[in-house]
């Protein structure tokens, strides 16, 4: 299985994710099964 990690800051959570919930359909045709989400104090833990 492929993966791909991205690392970004954002501003506004909330408004980014709205668009990313409304996305669904997109990543879905584009076969992303399950998007997972790090965030940056797991990464500083070493989860990853």
Same mark, same amino acid.
């Given at each position: 299985m492929e993966h791909v990690l991205i690392i970004h =800051? +954002?501003?506004?959570? #909330? =408004?980014?994710?709205? +668009?990313?919930?409304? =996305? =669904?359909? #997109?990543?879905?045709e584009a076969g992303v099964e399950a998007p997972q989400f790090v965030y940056l104090h797991k990464l500083e833990e070493g989860v990853l």
């Open positions: =800051a +954002v501003k506004d959570y #909330l =408004a980014w994710k709205r +668009v990313f919930d409304n =996305a =669904a359909s #997109l990543r879905k």
